[in-house]
Structure formats: C-alpha cells, structure tokens
Nanobody
C-alpha cells in the first residue's frame, strides 16, 4: 500500500509564512506528478500547484509569486513554501502523487490533509 502524509500546517497571521511537507511511503516504484490542492469551507477543492518528476511546475494564479512547490525525489517528498499568506489562503491543504506501485499499476494517491489558517 501507498501512504502520503502531510505535515507543517498551522495558524499564522497575514503576511506570514508556512512550509508544508508531504512524504510518500510504501510500495513505490516511481512517482510522476505531485501536487497540492486545497479546500476552504463551503468551496470546492482547487488546484494550488503541481510539479512534474523532473521539475516542471504549474501554479494557480491566486498563489503565483507567493507559493513555491518543490520536491525531493530521493525522499519521495513534495514541499509547498507559502509566503505572504492571506486570510483567503485558509483551507485544508491536500497533497497528491501519481504513483507507480507495480509494473502495471499507476494511481493518484491523496494525503489526509493539513489545516492552514491565516488570520487578519
């Protein structure tokens, strides 16, 4: 089985920073795209950022220039550095990874989510 475990969430004042981490473990042959999504109360889950295996990144317009996604392939870990946080960034943040766990099985796995709260 494959597990993704997030860490690093918490509460911060507007303008502050947080760094989220997400480590994948279990039966893993390789990990392709990894990413972060978020879901605020009463809203749909939305894409925050993705990163391909060799580093190509995509960001939502609302976070571009403030958030940075990165990964360490040796550690099967993806990071999200969040700077200049705003109250509207408040949400549960979920990581995901497209993971090859056997020679023929590739699925998208999700973490359990970590809360980020930004106060004004």
């Amino acid at each position: 089985q494959v597990q993704l475990v997030e860490s690093g969430g918490g509460s911060v004042q507007a303008g502050g920073s947080l760094r989220l981490s997400c480590a994948a473990s279990g039966r893993i042959i390789s990990i392709n795209d990894m990413g972060w999504h978020r879901q605020a109360p009463g809203k749909q889950r939305e894409l925050v950022a993705t990163i391909a295996r060799y580093g190509t990144t995509v960001y939502a317009g609302s976070v571009k220039g403030r958030f940075t996604i990165s990964r360490d392939n040796a550690k099967n870990t993806v990071y999200l550095q969040m700077n200049s946080l705003k109250p509207e960034d408040t949400a549960v943040y979920y990581c995901n990874g497209v993971i090859l766990s056997t020679s023929t099985s590739q699925y998208t796995y999700w973490g359990q989510g970590t809360q980020v709260t930004v106060s004004s």
